[in-house]
């Protein structure tokens, strides 16, 4: 006769081994301390076959030995095994067969259960969407508190008198690791045996001991951290353990480039990719002293991980991503300014739909300004560089997936400050951290911010001041505060900024030619280049008022008093116009939906004197944008960069 299970006994083999781990963990058996890292790879209930996977084979060798106690734990835990197989491989390469309908994903999971067992969603051309699986994980992260809080409980219990953790909070986005198997990039680390997202101790550890290294503690190193290579082994004196959050903070995330590198020219095209990344986390960090370590050496490596946190920890670091609160500069020149940001929205994996602009959540993208910074930057470098040497240069000053850059861009920042509607714009404020390795990079990137800040905004509606139109908020405003912000309205000034400008370009990497970049067709869209046939204008507008003057964005938004001289002669004729789902408007100056304008207009508002905007044309030899500048001219605009008679063409000029 069959005995009955105890209804809350786990009745799968994953649940019952991982019940089984967590019991022998408690009590910090040999078994717990033998098996912690060990892959559940599956088991086969015909053969009754157990399978662990091990990262090498010294720890498979050693759970071998342990095999005949292991099968009579397990047996009462009602797994019966006649066959445990120890494989060595990757443990985070789980269960790789087809997943299986939602429907047998059971609730009360974890999210790398979901990561498994949920479904991919298809657009309407059938190809894989991965979106409804990523959210299906983060719906069962959020039920995981019980399980962080155990986490947690026995962190401190393993910690004892001697050790001593640290609750690290985060500003903005971790990414840490990535679960191999299942779309690599779109995943952080998840613990192979829990199922949540968390922090090996050996991503603690290596964060420590760079930042000794880069500090002048290199001698202590192998001291308290011991090394292993070959056959020569030191015991190190500190112990790290895993780091799990304090609450659940698993986020859908998302990075959209804009702008792509084909065949020496940068075209736009957006492409969203969404993946998972931990949103404002909170971390409880373990230290312990081994058997040869003492309480006052868990002291100095736990000050070693503190300044390694605040300099950032994890994957795109110099993004934006893993940086903590109270963060300390990550290369040895830098500079911060103050700024704040109002925007009709800033959105991340759930933006708006094209019928409902105000469904969405907004959220404040540092990675935004990183972005904007880049883009001014091949604005200015296609113009000085041959297209390959620009590709290269970008490269090597802002990294890539594979190169680390010579650059990091971070920003703290305040949540919105005013909720987004249709009446009120988000409000950011907060500071932009510039980083770099040599005073030349961090002279380059102030340079760029202050052409980035004069000549537009930052992320949605970045081309136009903050306005409302068509009963919804438009544009944005971008105020940045520092030593050269904001440039006086005088050519003069303007000048000398962009003289400035490619003096620092030439600091870089010498000698500057001239390169002339058409921007393309609103068919085929490039990257805009502040080339010889682009001109920007300065048009004093002293009726315009801040945006934290207006008290009724739907009333006071549609006014010349909000919007500024430069938007209203824009907006005045269909011939400048964008162009709007009636085909009214021309694509050609004010672009369309899908193709970004070849005019940016930014409002200006000087410490002293009235407020001024800052006009933009891009490939202004073109018929129509010509027609703009004249308008503009007529307005009283003053040209302080480019030839007021550049060569008319009535297609973009293509690169020489």
């Known amino acids: 006769m069959n005995q009955s299970r105890n209804k809350n006994q786990p009745s799968e083999p994953r649940d019952i081994w991982a019940a089984f781990l967590a019991e022998e963990q408690k009590t910090n058996s040999r078994l717990g301390t033998i098996f912690v890292e060990a892959g559940f790879a599956g088991y086969e209930f015909k053969s009754q076959t157990l399978t662990l996977y091990f990262s090498d084979e010294d720890k498979a060798k050693t759970a071998k030995s342990t095999v005949e106690k292991l099968k009579k734990k397990l047996q009462n835990q009602k797994l019966f095994c006649k066959i445990i197989e120890f494989q060595v491989g990757d443990v985070r390469n789980l269960n790789q067969s087809p997943p299986p309908k939602m429907g047998a994903f059971k609730k009360g999971g974890n999210p790398l259960q979901a990561l498994i067992f949920a479904e991919f969603g298809r657009d309407r051309n059938n190809e894989e969407l991965v979106q409804p699986v990523l959210v299906e994980a983060v719906k069962q992260e959020g039920g995981c508190q019980k399980i962080y809080d155990n986490l947690n409980k026995r962190t401190k219990q393993l910690i004892g008198n001697d050790g001593t953790s640290i609750v690290a909070s985060f500003n903005w986005r971790v990414r840490v690791g990535g679960t191999r198997g299942f779309r690599e990039s779109l995943l952080p680390v ?33 001291h308290l951290l011991g090394m292993l290579e070959g056959k020569q082994a030191i015991a190190a004196k500190v112990e790290f353990l895993d780091a799990f959050p304090t609450k659940p903070c698993l986020s859908v995330d998302v990075a959209t480039p804009q702008w792509h590198w084909n065949n020496n020219q940068v075209t736009y095209k957006p492409e969203p990719h969404a993946l998972l990344s931990l949103e404002r986390p909170e971390f409880l960090m373990g230290l312990r002293p081994t058997a040869w370590g003492t309480s006052q050496e868990v002291q100095e490596v736990k000050t070693w991980l503190e300044n390694a946190l605040k300099t950032g920890i994890g994957s795109r670091v110099s993004s934006g991503y893993g940086r903590a609160l109270g963060q300390l500069p990550q290369f040895p020149h830098s500079q911060s300014y103050s700024f704040e940001l109002w925007t009709q929205g800033m ?43 620009c590709k290269t240069l970008e490269q090597k000053i802002f990294g890539d997936l594979s190169i680390q850059g010579q650059v990091s861009i971070s920003v703290l920042f305040n949540p919105n400050l005013k909720p987004n509607s249709k009446e009120n714009p988000d409000l950011y404020s907060g500071s932009i951290c510039l980083e770099a390795t040599e005073q030349k990079y961090l002279k380059l990137l102030e340079q760029l911010l202050i052409l980035a800040s004069h000549l537009g905004g930052v992320g949605r509606g970045s081309r136009r001041p903050l306005h409302y139109l068509n009963k919804m908020l438009r544009g944005c405003y971008w105020e940045v505060n520092g030593p ?22 030439n600091a870089v990497e010498s000698p500057l030619t001239s390169q002339i970049s058409g921007p393309g067709t609103p068919v085929s869209r490039q990257q805009d280049v502040l080339d010889r046939n682009v001109q920007v204008w300065l048009l004093k507008t002293p009726e315009q008022i801040h945006p934290d003057q207006v008290k009724n964005w739907s009333t006071q938004g549609v006014t010349t008093q909000v919007r500024g001289n430069a938007l209203d002669l824009l907006y005045s004729s269909t011939d400048y116009k964008g162009q709007n789902q009636d085909r009214l408007g021309n694509p050609q100056v004010g672009g369309k939906l899908g193709t970004p304008s070849f005019v940016w207009i930014k409002s200006i508002f000087p410490r002293e004197g009235s407020a001024y905007q800052v006009v933009t044309i891009f490939g202004a030899n073109q018929s129509d944008r010509q027609k703009f500048a004249r308008a503009l001219q007529k307005e009283g605009a003053v040209l302080v960069f480019g030839s007021q008679n550049v060569a008319q063409s009535s297609s973009p000029q293509r690169r020489r």
Do not use: C
Request: no cysteine; proline share 12%; net charge positive.
């Open 190 to 222: 998840f613990h192979p045996i829990f199922g949540v997202p968390y922090i090996p101790s050996s991503s603690l550890k290596g964060a420590a001991r760079a930042w000794a290294r880069k500090h002048g503690g290199a001698d202590r190193i192998l």
């Open 347 to 389: 959105y991340g994996s759930n933006p708006p739909s094209p019928g409902n602009h105000y469904q969405g959540t907004p959220e404040f993208r540092p990675t935004a300004v990183r972005g904007i910074l880049r883009y001014w930057f091949r604005a200015m470098a296609l113009a000085f560089y041959d297209p390959q040497d």
């Open 484 to 505: 050269g912000f904001p440039l006086e309205p005088t050519p003069q000034k303007w000048q000398q900024f962009f003289e400035g400008l490619k003096t620092a370009f």
